[in-house]
């Protein structure tokens, strides 16, 4: 019988009984740590140290064989070789065990072989009904309670703060090092969870159970990589239902499958990016810095889901005791897309009248001219204004020497729930730092930190991809492998985008119907990249010019690639553009479909400009993609240039992401490059698709 969820999140952070297989009496090796670190921390279940070799632990009764327990456990942590785990599955559930983390490496990460053996562990927990941590995983803890097992030496510390983040962690040294520093800053856990080589158990279940715990209000994550994205992308919708903000932070970025991409999509578009598409659109913040990781959370848990949409960019008004510490947060705001705005007329004649000359400049210095009362004062009335969507203060050294100046005044003043406030502390201010960490004032030690959260904060997070109906493959085009261009417009036609006219012709003898002037490509499988080969001729006139460029095309596929299967020549109508876009669609080996729009033609790689979505999408995240695409601005009436149709380049976005949802094929990626924009409507004139083998 499955845990229900109940059930796991008991026997993952509140075990009555927990099992310390592997545990040492001799304090210098790691395997005594978790019982040392929870009779430290004031941990009230029990603990059964096991051990073949010793009759006592810390003063407590070790017992040979899980077989001799006085009583059941929930948890159990192992600590022994590798090769010894397996056997122990049966004995832990025969004692009751409903969760097994194992702290012994050797399997799935160490290669092949390591796998194998992962493998045949999971099955056989899955037939005792176990759940299983890991392996690989440095352990888990509940500050709330003492129950720390884990090996990790920020445990040591002499004092632990119980609060209200909790963390995820694929990185298990990763996940001592976040606590630790969090720790420093006066930031306190609730729960953390190193997930190991998540053969089991995966980040999306923790997170899944975290959202469900009263003592955690804020989650963050940080990740390796994405290894179940169905379920971690449920998981976040409840967290983002719930409205418990989950902030992440992503090292590394995946190759798996990067190696196969045929297309400009795979080159423009890969893992990373794809994930960090997939995290936007499940309301995830992502970070750059890992401080921001924890110094975020008390910005996001006050203000996430109180405030109202914000304009792009988002305006941030930004008073300050040190000018130039101030600049340095603004220089760092503008190259994340967020903007110092600089106060109106109307409120600077507004605080003369209360005693303050201010400026109108993109930072309000105070730095001579403001006592704390005036300080106080300015914060509450820039609440109130609609000129800005957020107050930075930037505090010099009266942070460090005098915080009744400028850190008082931040405590104390009147604030609303639907403006945020970040503050930044110039100088190194612990007592500052913690008289605005106990106000529930997001407050950041570096330029950078501060930048990152309110960038963060601010970015549009989208709405997970909705399912829609089954998509018809087109009965006579192939069910696997690579598609010609012209099997590829009659797909694209299918699902509603529009091709150019063309016609397939013998290449042997070459006659067509298509207008002139037209565009003559070889069609072969063999050859995805056609101007590579030579294999293209544009602007065709006449039959002559036809004959002859249907000779040159032949001779030089043949030099390029002898052994090609030549299918024959595709004729094409030629087509007028105002603007030249690559539309792609990939299935992410991570993160699942994805659609990009971008900046097209043969300088797609060299100079990105894109916008992507988890697939399929609606028509208003299509609109979305277009303005986040910046070369779209010359179909928009820019300088005086004609309007390209956007709501028609709209729903050819919406309707090739709808590759998402074709049955009875799997399309691993598919490309219009170019896609030509016209005053009326759009139109493919190069496309690809590759299905699986």
Not at 640 to 665: E, M, T, W, Y
Request: aromatic share 6%; with cysteine.
């Amino acid at each position: 019988m499955p845990l229900t969820k109940e059930e796991f999140a008991q026997a993952l952070f509140a075990p009555r009984a927990i099992a310390l297989v592997g545990a040492s009496g001799n304090l210098q090796k790691n395997t005594a740590r978790p019982m040392r670190f929870m009779r430290k921390h004031g941990f009230t279940g029990k603990i059964y140290p096991i051990n073949r070799t010793q009759t006592e632990i810390m003063g407590e009764p070790a017992y040979a064989d899980l077989a001799d327990l006085p009583g059941p456990i929930d948890h159990a942590f192992v600590m022994v070789a590798s090769e010894l785990v397996i056997a122990l599955l049966e004995p832990m559930a025969k004692a009751g065990a409903k969760v097994v983390t194992i702290y012994s490496d050797g399997f799935g990460e160490t290669g092949p072989q390591g796998m194998a053996v992962q493998n045949t562990l999971i099955a056989r927990a899955k037939e005792l009904g176990l759940r299983i941590i890991g392996p690989n995983s440095i352990g888990v803890a509940d500050l709330h309670n003492g129950m720390i097992i884990s090996v990790n030496a920020a445990f040591e510390a002499e004092t632990l703060i119980a609060g209200e983040l909790s963390l995820v962690s694929q990185s298990g040294s990763m996940m001592g090092s976040l606590i630790a520093r969090a720790n420093a800053r006066g930031f306190g856990f609730a729960k953390s969870v190193s997930v190991g080589n998540e053969s089991d158990v995966t980040v999306g279940e923790v997170i899944d159970a975290l959202v469900d715990d009263p003592q955690t209000k804020v989650i963050l994550l940080f990740l390796e990589t994405i290894r179940d994205a169905p379920q971690l992308g449920q998981a976040l919708e409840r967290a983002r239902a719930k409205n418990k903000p989950v902030i992440a932070y992503k090292i590394g970025r995946s190759e798996q499958g990067d190696s196969l991409a045929q297309s400009h999509t795979g080159a423009l578009a890969g893992n990373d990016v794809a994930v960090d598409a997939f995290l936007r659109a499940h309301g995830v913040m992502r970070v750059r810095n890992l401080e921001t990781l924890f110094e975020l959370a008390p910005l996001a848990q006050k203000y996430l889901g109180k405030t109202p949409a914000y304009p792009t960019p988002a305006r941030v008004a930004v008073i300050t005791t040190t000018g130039g510490g101030a600049a340095t947060v603004v220089d760092n705001l503008g190259l994340l897309g967020i903007v110092a705005v600089a106060p109106p007329p109307a409120f600077i004649t507004h605080m003369a009248a209360r005693g303050m000359n201010i400026r109108e400049t993109s930072i309000i210095d105070l730095t001579l001219a403001a006592t704390s009362v005036q300080y106080k004062d300015l914060l509450e009335q820039l609440m109130e204004v609609d000129w800005c969507d957020a107050i930075l203060s930037v505090v010099g050294s009266s942070a460090q020497f005098h915080p009744e100046l400028a850190v008082k005044p931040l405590v104390q003043a009147n604030k609303l729930d639907t403006k945020p406030l970040a503050v930044f502390l110039a100088p190194e201010a612990m007592t500052s730092l913690g008289l605005l960490k106990k106000a529930g004032i997001a407050a950041f030690r570096t330029p950078e930190s501060c930048a990152d959260a309110l960038a963060v904060f601010f970015e549009k997070r989208g709405n997970a991809p909705q399912k829609i109906n089954p998509v018809a493959w087109p009965q006579e085009l192939p069910k696997n492998g690579l598609l010609t261009e012209h099997e590829a417009s009659q797909a694209f036609t299918q699902l509603g985008v529009a091709a150019s006219p063309s016609q397939l012709v013998s290449l042997d003898q070459p006659a067509h119907q298509v207008p002139y002037p037209v565009v003559v490509k070889i069609s072969s499988r063999d050859v995805p990249h056609k101007t590579e080969a030579g294999g293209v001729k544009v602007g065709i006139k006449d039959q002559p010019g036809f004959i002859q460029a249907a000779q040159e095309i032949r001779s030089n596929v043949k030099r390029y690639a002898p052994d090609a299967h030549i299918d024959g020549l595709l004729v094409q109508q030629m087509q007028g553009r105002l603007l030249e876009l690559i539309l792609g669609y990939r299935h992410d080996a991570l993160v699942g479909p994805t659609v990009i729009l971008g900046a097209g033609g043969i300088t797609a790689e060299l100079s990105p400009d894109f916008s992507i979505r988890l697939a399929p999408v609606t028509l208003e995240q299509a609109h979305e993609m277009i303005n986040e695409v910046r070369i779209t601005k010359l179909i928009k009436g820019y300088r005086g240039l004609p309007k390209g149709d956007c709501d028609a380049l709209a729903q050819a976005v919406v309707n090739f992401s709808r590759l998402a949802a074709v049955s009875g094929v799997e399309v691993l990626e598919a490309e219009i490059n170019p896609l030509f924009v016209q005053e009326h409507g759009v139109v493919a004139v190069d496309g690809l698709v590759r299905l699986s083998n």
